[in-house]
C-alpha cells in the first residue's frame, strides 16, 4: 500500500523557517521523482520544487534561494527547507511521486502570519 506523509506544517511569523517532511511506503522510491506542490487560498496548486532520482532539483522562481529540497534514500523521505517565509507562502503544501504513476500525500498546512 502506497503512503506518503507529510509532516512539519505549523504557524510561522514572515522571515521564520520550517522543515517539511514526507515519508514514503510502499514503492520504490529510488525510481521516483519526488516532488512538493502548494495550494494558497483561493489558488490553484502549484510546483515548487522536485528533485528526481538522479538528484537534479527544480524550483519555481517564486521560492529559488530561499526553499531547498532534499532526498534521503535510505529513508525513504523527502524533505522540504522553507527560510525567509512570506505571507505569500501559506497554503496546503502536498508531497507527490511520480514515475509511471503518481501518488500524492494528504498535505499539510503552513501558515505565515505575524
Known amino acids: 500500500q502506497v503512503q506518503l506523509v507529510e509532516s512539519g506544517g505549523g504557524l510561522v511569523q514572515p522571515g521564520g523557517s520550517l522543515r517539511l517532511s514526507c515519508a514514503a511506503s510502499g514503492f520504490t522510491f529510488t525510481s521516483y521523482t519526488m516532488s512538493w506542490y502548494r495550494q494558497g487560498p483561493g489558488k490553484e496548486r502549484e510546483l515548487v520544487a522536485s528533485?528526481?532520482?538522479?538528484?537534479?532539483?527544480y524550483y519555481a522562481d517564486s521560492v529559488k534561494g530561499r526553499f531547498t529540497i532534499s532526498r534521503d534514500n535510505y529513508k525513504n523521505t523527502v524533505y522540504l527547507q522553507m527560510n525567509s517565509l512570506k505571507p505569500e507562502d501559506t497554503g496546503v503544501y502536498y508531497c507527490?511521486?511520480?514515475?509511471?504513476?503518481?501518488?500524492w500525500g494528504q498535505g499539510t498546512q503552513v501558515t505565515v502570519s505575524s
Open positions: 507527490k511521486a511520480a514515475n509511471v504513476f503518481a501518488y
Open positions: 528533485a528526481t532520482a538522479g538528484g537534479i532539483t
